[in-house]
């Protein structure tokens, strides 16, 4: 297995895809996880990570949808998520190119 932190930097990236198509922060890392997993060093720790947390994401928006009707606590939810869903992934990407280990918050452990 060869170390590539330039791929691994692009797969935590690769959730911001949504911001630009509205779709695809769960399939592009899951794609580039499943792929590469056996090829690059520490890309199926990172590629699980990276997937449980989208999958929490998700997880919490459905939570925030009734949560609207309750004074409109599920809109400041949304408004939450979305900067947790920018702002982790850039922190985490900055993380792996100094050699660091990414955390994602708030992950449920699906995938272990």
Known sequence: MKEDRSL?????????V???????????PLVVWLTKRD???RMDA?????????LSLI????ICVP???LFGLGLLGFIVLGLIAIIFPIVNAIKVSNGEEPHYPLSFNFIS
């Not at 949504?18 to 592009?28: D, N, P």
């Not at 997880?59 to 459905?62: A, G, K, L, T």
């Open 8 to 16: 691994l930097v692009i797969t935590h990236l690769s959730q911001l």
């Open 18 to 28: 949504t911001l630009i198509v509205g779709f695809g922060s769960l399939i592009v």
């Open 39 to 41: 090829e690059i060093y």
């Open 46 to 54: 990172h590629g699980k990570s990276i997937v449980n947390f989208q």
């Open 59 to 62: 997880v919490y928006c459905i």
């Open 67 to 69: 949560l609207i009707l």
